[in-house]
């Protein structure tokens, strides 16, 4: 019917403008509406998952640029200096060795980001939350579930009587 | 508008991927997450990139639905 304003799809039909009333189930989700906020959740999640994959990336590409860490007589042989680097949120740990081999790393434990500590008795890094161990010189996976070794700090001792770090190599 | 047992049936069934596909998403944000704390960037953009499948797939799901 061409007069029918019901004919036109989503226009408000002619017995409803006369005679108006509210359904409770009027203001009930359709299944179409419950459809479409499950597809805007997961576009929503999509977005997110984007967005963390890129801020991942970027973190990763920040390998820091070389800077004076600790003076060669304030850490002695077999002691640790903790510090941060490459940027003010990434927390690392230096270890002397011996008397001209130093190693550093990134103390954030490759499984789930836990902070790790050396156990000089066990001349290992050692994960607290998950059991994870690290070798205390390669920074590589010894046992527990970490499945790839401690991100290594570049480290140079300089005449200046300082231990500078380089760079941050992530390794596979 | 009356609606046949047939169509009932299919609505549902999209709905039902649709809540499925919306748990996946769930699981692959928490994925996601833990890629982030362990700074595992590969595992990161295959994260999105599944997801964004999903997407897609939902967003094709909904063209199934009775309008």
Redesign the interface.
């Known amino acids: 019917m061409a007069d029918d304003d019901s004919a036109v799809e989503g226009a408000e039909p002619a017995w409803k403008r006369d005679f108006p009333y509210e359904a409770a189930a009027e203001e009930e989700v359709t299944?179409?509406e419950?459809?479409?906020y499950?597809?805007l959740?997961?576009?929503a999640?999509?977005i997110?998952?984007?967005g963390?994959?890129a801020?991942?990336?970027l973190?990763?590409v920040a390998g820091g640029e070389p800077r004076a860490i600790v003076a060669l007589a304030d850490l002695p042989i077999g002691a640790t200096h903790l510090f941060r680097y490459p940027t003010e949120a990434d927390p690392a740990v230096m270890l002397r060795v011996s008397e001209d081999q130093f190693v550093a790393f990134s103390q954030?434990c490759?499984?789930?980001?836990c902070v790790v500590y050396h156990q000089p008795e066990r001349d290992r890094w050692h994960c607290p939350c998950h059991k994870g161990d690290f070798d205390a010189i390669s920074g590589a996976v010894l046992s527990g579930p970490p499945t790839r070794p401690l991100?290594q700090i570049v480290l140079e001792v300089r005449p200046d009587g300082f231990v500078w770090a380089l760079g941050r190599e992530?390794k596979a | 508008m009356r609606v046949s047992p047939r169509g009932r049936q299919s609505s549902s069934a999209v709905l039902i991927y649709l809540i499925v596909l919306m748990s996946l998403q769930l699981f692959l944000i928490t994925v996601a997450a833990e890629a982030w704390l362990t700074d595992e960037a590969a595992l990161a953009w295959s994260t999105a990139a599944v997801s964004v499948v999903l997407f897609g797939c939902a967003a094709a799901f909904l063209r199934y639905l009775r309008p």
């Open positions: 299944r179409r419950f459809a479409r499950l597809v959740g997961t576009g999640l999509a997110g998952n984007i963390l994959a801020w991942t990336q973190r990763r954030k490759t499984h789930l980001g991100d992530v």
